[in-house]
């Protein structure tokens, strides 16, 4: 668990820095019109495992920039309940970096991982931290830790829930 968490607290402690050193936030409020859905793909009974494919839809007429980082990517902004799950589809590395997304208009950005049950649960809530920015924005201005830190600030605000699905 504390794995899964640490990826998170050092991109949270990342933007904290980053609004505390500029002063103004850089969010760009256009979540309205995204969507964020997950399909599990399978149930390892036996080792209590399952792959959920995820999807971000843009129903949006214009491209809509995101953060992210490299690394573990996508699946390290996953929210879940920790208690019932792991994510193990992240990737162990020595360092990592923010790096800015896009989804095209009416476009979509799939991404797979990996859970494991630590019960016996039918089903998974699942959401995404997902911290639009403006085109512009400077991703060369922003280091790991200050992305982290605009997520935590905001994190009310930008999380992308999908609806509940079962776990075959």
């Given at each position: 668990?504390i794995?899964s968490l640490?990826?998170l607290f ?8 980053y609004?505390n050193r500029t002063g ?8 309205q019109?995204?969507?964020f ?5 399978y149930?390892?009974?036996?080792h209590h495992?399952?792959e959920v494919t995820?999807s971000?839809f ?12 490299s690394c ?15 994510n193990?589809?992240g990737?162990?590395c ?8 896009k ?5 979509r950005?799939d ?5 494991r ?10 959401g995404?931290?997902?911290y639009?920015v403006?085109?512009?924005?400077d ?6 830790t200050?992305m982290?830190?605009?997520i935590l600030a ?7 829930w999908?609806n509940e699905?079962?776990?075959?």
């Amino acid at each position: 668990m504390i794995k899964s968490l640490l990826p998170l607290f050092i991109f949270t402690l990342g933007l904290s820095c980053y609004a505390n050193r500029t002063g103004k936030t850089v969010m760009n409020k256009s979540n309205q019109n995204i969507v964020f859905d997950l399909k599990v793909n399978y149930d390892d009974k036996k080792h209590h495992s399952f792959e959920v494919t995820a999807s971000i839809f843009n129903n949006n007429t214009d491209t809509v920039y995101f953060l992210n980082q490299s690394c573990d990517g996508l699946p390290s902004l996953l929210v879940y309940d920790n208690n019932k799950f792991d994510n193990f589809g992240g990737i162990n590395c020595n360092i990592a970096f923010p790096i800015l997304e896009k989804i095209a208009p009416k476009g979509r950005l799939d991404f797979k991982t990996h859970f494991r049950k630590n019960k016996k649960d039918k089903k998974i809530k699942l959401g995404i931290y997902f911290y639009t920015v403006h085109k512009s924005f400077d991703i060369n201005k922003i280091d790991l830790t200050s992305m982290a830190q605009l997520i935590l600030a905001n994190q009310k605000d930008i999380i992308l829930w999908a609806n509940e699905k079962k776990i075959k």
